[in-house]
């Protein structure tokens, strides 16, 4: 079985920024009517440059459009002419930073956002991209000093306490995971992040407490493939096949021809419902796809080995060792059978 989005993972974009101090909202970018209000702002924006080229929060807001359509090389160029306006522009400087980190510049992140630091002391995006960029150079202990001074200006700072938790989940310490993403949680209703991350790890845990979590956040994002990816994970592994079996069907539709989905129904099928047949038409689904993925001809070969149709599944087992001679799992189906 394979994955195909893991929430539980440690390397992540640094956190947007806004222009005001209220940055906890993230915008729901996979709603159409989000999509289109950014591109009407965009104009407006664009026009705001044409007629005041002095108005720096005009460059900002183009940039950051464009930032989020990863026109990289236009939002830079906006970046530059706002900060050839206003050189102490924070919006300007945070949007910066995002766009370094974008193209890997890491040095020029930090001086950045030192500089930042500088012009507002105070405030504490910059620090929670510091804490964020320490994290992902390998310094949890940097990154946790910017979470306690970013802390100490407040506590009601949902990035700050989710940020903590995904260093906590780095250190396979769940407990104190789960109590930052909660906090998080429960200091933005609108935060999506901390929400799948609870999910993921009550799907661990094999918690129920998982499915609302990853109703809730396909609630907040219906059109997120992946959160009915993974609950259907959850699913499948916890006693509700025919229900996962229901979600791969939704993505099929959303998704057509995805092997991971394709896959995902012909393991249900050949592991929790024993529906041999229907896990072959699966899998050879998922092989018209890719015709070369072994895990595909592993379970095909399983699947004809439990319906006792050996001869068939001898051929695919040898099928699988012409590719791969070395592979094991196709090696011990061949004894188990019979050479």
């Known amino acids: 079985m394979k994955k195909l989005f893991l929430f539980v993972a440690c390397a992540f974009v640094l956190i947007g920024c806004t222009e005001s101090d209220n940055t906890n909202k993230k915008e729901k970018t996979n709603d159409v009517q989000a999509v289109e209000q950014m591109r009407d702002d965009a104009m407006k924006s664009q026009d705001m440059v044409i007629t ?65 630091t500088e012009i507002a002391p105070y405030d504490t995006r910059p620090m929670i991209k510091l804490a964020e960029l320490s994290f992902l150079q390998g310094n949890s202990k940097m990154a946790d000093a910017y979470i306690d001074k970013a802390l100490q200006y407040g506590k009601i700072n949902p990035q700050a306490y989710f940020l903590r938790g995904i260093i906590c989940m780095s250190n396979n310490d769940t407990v104190n995971a789960m109590k930052n993403f909660m906090i998080s949680r429960d200091q933005d209703d609108e935060f999506f992040d901390p929400v799948i991350q609870i999910a993921a790890i009550y799907a661990a845990q094999r918690n129920e407490l998982a499915r609302d979590f ?21 699913l499948q592994d916890n006693g509700y096949p025919l229900e996962a079996l ?52 592993l379970n ?16 695919i087992y040898l099928q699988i060792l012409r590719n791969s001679p070395n592979y094991q799992l196709a090696i011990d189906a061949l004894h188990r059978i019979g050479d």
Request: glycine share 6%; hydrophobic share 40%.
């Open 246 to 297: 229901a979600i791969y069907d939704t993505l099929d539709s959303k998704m057509p021809g995805n092997f991971d989905v394709i896959y995902n129904k012909g393991y249900v099928n050949l592991v929790y419902l024993q529906d041999y047949d229907k896990a072959i038409e699966y899998f050879d689904n998922a092989l018209a796809v890719s015709p070369n993925a072994t895990n595909a001809l």
């Open 52 to 116: 005041d080229s002095l108005d720096a929060n005009a460059y900002v807001r183009r940039a950051r459009i464009y930032f989020a359509e990863q026109q990289i090389g236009n939002a830079m160029r906006d970046i530059n002419s706002a900060l050839s306006v206003d050189g102490r522009n924070l919006d300007a400087l945070l949007l910066l930073a995002d766009l370094y980190y974008a193209l890997g510049d890491q040095d020029n992140i930090m001086v950045t956002l030192n500089k930042a």
């Open 300 to 315: 095909k070969g399983i699947a004809y080995e439990q319906k006792g149709d050996f001869i068939e599944a001898k051929s």
């Open 214 to 234: 990853y109703d809730l956040a396909i609630q907040m994002q219906p059109e997120n493939t992946g959160v009915y990816y993974e609950k259907a994970l959850y």
